[in-house]
Nanobody, 129 residues
Framework: QVKLVDSGGGLVQPGESLRLSCAVS????????VGWFRQAPGKEREGVAC????????EYLDSVKGRFVISRDKATNMVYLLMTELKPEDTAVYYC??????????????????????WGQGTQVTVSS
């Protein structure tokens, strides 16, 4: 049974950091494309970061470039999103997304939800002073 469990969210002050985690079970991440999306209240869900089957393929939302880093640990089957210099506008529910074995080794457009098969349940991130 495939399961993605998101965790690591919380309430932080502007400028602080958080690391989100996504525990994947049911298949290995050896050939997977992984990503993170977020949805703020009253807004559509948007792609934040993508890491392709190839480590060299990484895509980020413009507003998080230089502040967020996506990674995966194949040994523990975990996906991470390290978020630094957090801003109030980063407040949202964050979702992990995975495609088990995509044909393409690279990420598509960061906005393209269809490049992922499975989704986590989301974890709330609130940035406020």
């Amino acid at each position: 049974q495939v399961k993605l469990v998101d965790s690591g969210g919380g309430l932080v002050q502007p400028g602080e950091s958080l690391r989100l985690s996504c525990a994947v079970s049911g298949f290995t991440l050896d050939y997977a494309r992984v990503g993170w999306f977020r949805q703020a209240p009253g807004k559509e869900r948007e792609g934040v970061a993508c890491l392709g089957r190839s480590f060299m393929s990484q895509e980020y939302l413009d507003s998080v470039k230089g502040r967020f880093v996506i990674s995966r640990d194949k040994a523990t089957n975990m996906v991470y999103l390290l978020m630094t210099e957090l801003k109030p506008e980063d407040t949202a529910v964050y979702y992990c997304a995975v495609h088990r074995k995509p044909v393409s080794a690279v990420c598509g457009l960061i906005t393209e939800e269809g490049q992922f098969e499975y989704w986590g349940q989301g974890t709330q991130v609130t940035v406020s002073s």
